[in-house]
């Protein structure tokens, strides 16, 4: 049996795991995200494969990254919260210093890879996972692949633009709308509140109270996922399309989208649209990200066949 050592790194913490070629969990904890540079963190890293060392042959190292992540170069695009990584070959850092194989991935694409391994998606081809946080991120998977697009953007659903397009230079997009941080910034503008002062948890129990305004923001907020998800699907036309993020372990939201869904669905079309909750939660990086160095190193090896045969 081959091990790995795999992370998942956030803003604020590093998750970390030691599995195996299954994607069964053998250990599992976390340390927080490294704030004073890359040489904390690619030590923070070293510190924990050097520790998973001292009991196991290790094959490889899996990372879950926040940004765009440029899997064959190792280089990191954009903007997160962790601005160091940002600048250097973090790939080639981590293999100097570690002497092993490394991959890295997006984190939400990582969620996605999870699900088609072990999870939801289980056997499907080509699908879609929405995931639903302070914005609308996600991942496309055709052929049982992700599909990063030409400049490393493909599943970042949430800049498609909704509303408002007509009134202003760009308008309001699906993450502005439908993201749990557009909700909560609806609901405060209508209840002349502080947004800092809420978050999705209190405005769903605003709602559960009996506030009729919070009500209404959530009924356009599910509205405006519904309108998305419609366009998703007739876009790729993928096998499933799946829902992740906090929120969707709501109970009853999964159905409340599929229920506007359903209205929406022309009369003379052939086209079901629904949506499946994902089945992992905090895992789902890690396992992702497993899975994708798997992925990743079979693909290497058949391209060096290949070359050695030609």
């Known amino acids: 049996m081959n091990y790995y050592a795999v992370f998942d790194v956030g803003g604020s913490a590093i998750k970390y795991s030691l599995m195996d070629g299954a994607g069964h969990f053998l250990e599992k904890s976390s340390i927080p995200t490294p704030k004073d540079g890359i040489e904390s963190f690619v030590n923070t890293i070293d510190s924990v494969v050097k520790e998973f060392?001292?009991?196991?042959?290790?094959?490889?190292?899996?990372?879950?990254?926040?940004?765009?992540?440029?899997v064959e170069s190792g280089y990191i695009k954009g903007l997160t919260a962790v601005s160091y990584i940002h600048g250097p070959n973090i790939k080639e850092l981590i293999q100097v210093r570690?002497?092993?194989?490394?991959?890295?991935?997006?984190?939400?694409?990582?969620a996605g890879l999870a699900e088609g391994w072990i999870g939801a998606a289980k056997g499907i081809n080509d699908y879609i996972c929405i995931v639903i946080g302070s914005g609308i991120g996600g991942a496309v998977v055709l052929d049982k692949k992700v599909r990063h697009g030409n400049s490393l953007f493909g599943?970042?659903?949430?800049?498609?633009?909704?509303?408002?397009?007509?009134?202003?230079?760009?308008?309001?997009?699906?993450?502005?709308?439908?993201a749990t941080r557009g909700l909560v910034m609806h609901v405060a503008r209508r209840k002349n509140m502080d947004p800092n002062t809420l978050d999705g948890l209190k405005v769903f129990?605003?709602?559960?109270?009996?506030?009729?305004?919070?009500?209404?923001?959530?009924?356009?907020?599910?509205?405006?996922?519904?309108?998305?998800?419609?366009?998703?699907?007739?876009?790729?036309?993928?096998?499933?399309?799946?829902i992740g993020g906090a929120i969707s372990k709501r109970e009853g939201f999964i159905d409340q989208i599929n229920e506007k869904l359903k209205i929406m669905k022309p009369s003379d079309a052939c086209l079901d649209i629904q949506v499946q909750i994902c089945q992992f939660g905090n895992d789902s990086n890690l396992i992702g990200a497993l899975y994708h160095f798997l992925q990743r190193n079979q693909d290497l090896q058949s391209n060096k066949q290949c070359e050695a045969l030609s």
């Open 155 to 178: 599943g970042e659903f949430g800049y498609m633009i909704l509303e408002d397009y007509l009134n202003q230079p760009i308008g309001e997009s699906w993450s502005s709308l439908a």
């Open 205 to 242: 129990k605003m709602a559960d109270g009996g506030d009729l305004d919070v009500q209404d923001e959530i009924e356009k907020f599910i509205k405006r996922l519904a309108v998305g998800i419609y366009n998703l699907q007739y876009i790729i036309d993928p096998e499933k399309i799946l």
């Open 53 to 70: 060392q001292k009991s196991h042959v290790l094959s490889g190292i899996a990372l879950s990254m926040p940004g765009a992540v440029d």
């Open 98 to 110: 570690t002497e092993l194989p490394v991959e890295l991935e997006n984190d939400a694409n990582c």
